[in-house]
């Protein structure tokens, strides 16, 4: 039997296994990360996860208090996954412009990683939207990406981009966000003509529009 902090018996195997708290929920949070790219999740239930997970109902519920707090971890995970070592590498580059490029273009990569992100975040957005209370202690966490261009875009106001202002690089970092999530979410739906390259060229586009910074 399992207690419902997911304790099983010594000498239990597989997802019964006893796990600390925290690698439990680790466990949890990463099945559901499967379970949601799989079936979406407007069609994710608690049970879904835990059976994904190896888990009882009851194990998920006590560590999670709904499928949102799940999704809000997995986004967690994902940002951590996806941007850390490309934050680290352009908050390390001395070069703004080439900071800039390093920021973008893996958000339009033809990959299967690139793909399984905007999916997720797809389905965050939408459940946002119509619990926006769902993001508020997350945000830090989930706005890594728009932090680092903030900086990056500091780096270089008034030199390698001539048309911005240090006082202006939040916003713009904010606009760059905005425009990034809408081109890349029609690209992950399939929009008809649109490809990574051209999804790119309208990125270095918009970019040199408002830096005056040539960064294609």
């Given at each position: 039997?399992?207690?419902?902090?997911?304790?099983?018996?010594?000498?239990?195997?597989?997802?019964?296994?006893?796990?600390?708290?925290?690698?439990?929920?680790?466990?949890?949070?990463?099945?559901?990360?499967?379970?949601?790219?799989?079936?979406?999740?407007?069609?994710?239930?608690l049970r879904d996860i835990a059976g994904e997970a190896g888990v009882s109902v009851g194990t998920v519920t006590y560590h999670f208090e709904s499928v949102a707090q799940i999704l809000n971890e997995v986004v967690v995970l994902e940002t951590a996954r996806f941007y850390s070592s490309i934050i680290e590498a352009v908050d390390a580059e001395p070069d703004p412009v080439a900071g800039v490029?390093?920021?973008?273009?893996?958000?339009?990569?033809?990959?299967?990683?690139?793909?399984?992100?905007?999916?997720?975040?797809?389905?965050?957005?939408t459940a946002v939207a119509r619990k926006p209370a769902v993001a508020e202690e997350y945000v830090e966490r989930i706005r890594v990406w728009e932090a680092c261009l903030t900086r990056t875009l500091r780096r270089g106001a008034g030199g390698v981009f001539p048309s911005l202002a240090v006082g202006d690089a939040s916003e713009l970092a904010l606009k760059l966000?905005?425009?990034?999530?809408?081109?890349?979410?029609?690209?992950?739906?399939?929009?008809?003509?649109?490809?990574?390259?051209?999804?790119?060229?309208?990125?270095?586009?918009?970019?040199?529009?408002?830096?005056?910074?040539?960064?294609?």
């Amino acid at each position: 039997m399992m207690s419902a902090e997911g304790v099983a018996p010594a000498g239990a195997v597989g997802g019964g296994a006893r796990r600390k708290p925290a690698e439990r929920r680790a466990q949890i949070v990463e099945a559901a990360r499967g379970v949601i790219l799989r079936e979406g999740l407007g069609a994710t239930r608690l049970r879904d996860i835990a059976g994904e997970a190896g888990v009882s109902v009851g194990t998920v519920t006590y560590h999670f208090e709904s499928v949102a707090q799940i999704l809000n971890e997995v986004v967690v995970l994902e940002t951590a996954r996806f941007y850390s070592s490309i934050i680290e590498a352009v908050d390390a580059e001395p070069d703004p412009v080439a900071g800039v490029r390093m920021l973008i273009e893996p958000l339009f990569a033809a990959t299967d990683a690139s793909d399984e992100h905007w999916r997720l975040w797809s389905d965050y957005w939408t459940a946002v939207a119509r619990k926006p209370a769902v993001a508020e202690e997350y945000v830090e966490r989930i706005r890594v990406w728009e932090a680092c261009l903030t900086r990056t875009l500091r780096r270089g106001a008034g030199g390698v981009f001539p048309s911005l202002a240090v006082g202006d690089a939040s916003e713009l970092a904010l606009k760059l966000a905005a425009y990034s999530d809408g081109v890349a979410t029609q690209l992950a739906q399939k929009a008809p003509g649109l490809t990574s390259e051209l999804a790119l060229e309208w990125m270095w586009v918009f970019v040199e529009h408002e830096t005056g910074a040539r960064c294609a």
